[in-house]
């Protein structure tokens, strides 16, 4: 879980605003917890520190061609 949330360059007074996340990356602090940060298009960073994090990769290519 969550345990942590800090951020730099996020607008707080715009509730309302849409960031445009391009990467997200995680660093390992004591196993299984540390770091994960949601980089944004204009320079927003959102660092969540956790316990742990459970992820899952599938490849949506065959979903995405036919949406388009």
Partial sequence: ????????NVALDSPDRVLKLMAMTFD??????????????????IRLSVAYIEAALSDLSDQMAEDV
Avoid: I, M
């Fill in 28 to 45: 390992p602090t004591t196993s299984p917890a540390g770091h994960v940060t949601l980089h944004c298009a204009e320079g927003e960073r």
């Fill in 1 to 8: 879980g969550v345990e942590k949330v800090e951020h730099k």
